[in-house]
């Protein structure tokens, strides 16, 4: 059975940094992202990579980029997601998502996600 687990959400203030992590379990991904969901609103791209034999190819929505730095643990089957410079509207809940299909920034593409861990970022 495939398992995405993130670990790491929290409250903080602005300004702070926080890590999460996902660790996956039941296959390896070549692709993951993470999203995030703040209330009433959908559920927003912040960030992807693709493994490859080089390294990770990365991609950042604007609002998060010089701030926020996804990365892999390939051995661990863990991809994390460092968060700088926090704002309060960084506030959400935070999807990790994977997929070994097309490289993408849209959520319909990803094939399995974690059940989500809340960031607050108190202003």
């Known amino acids: 059975q495939v398992q995405l687990e993130e670990s790491g959400g929290g409250l903080v203030q602005a300004g702070d940094s926080l890590r999460l992590s996902c660790a996956a379990s039941?296959?390896?991904?070549?692709?993951y992202a993470w999203f995030r969901q703040a209330p009433g609103k959908e559920r927003d791209f912040v960030t992807r990579?693709?493994?490859?034999?080089?390294?990770?190819?990365?991609s950042y929505a604007d609002s998060v980029k010089g701030r926020f730095t996804i990365s892999t643990d390939n051995a661990k089957n863990t991809v994390y997601l460092q968060m700088d410079s926090l704002k309060p509207e960084d506030t959400a809940v935070y999807y990790c998502?994977?997929?070994?299909?097309?490289?993408?920034?849209?959520?319909?593409?990803?094939?399995?996600w974690g059940r989500g861990t809340q960031v607050t970022v108190s202003s």
């Open positions: 039941g296959r390896t991904f070549s692709r």
């Open positions: 990579i693709t493994i490859t034999t080089r390294g990770g190819i990365t």
């Open positions: 998502a994977a997929t070994n299909s097309i490289v993408s920034t849209q959520a319909r593409y990803y094939d399995y």
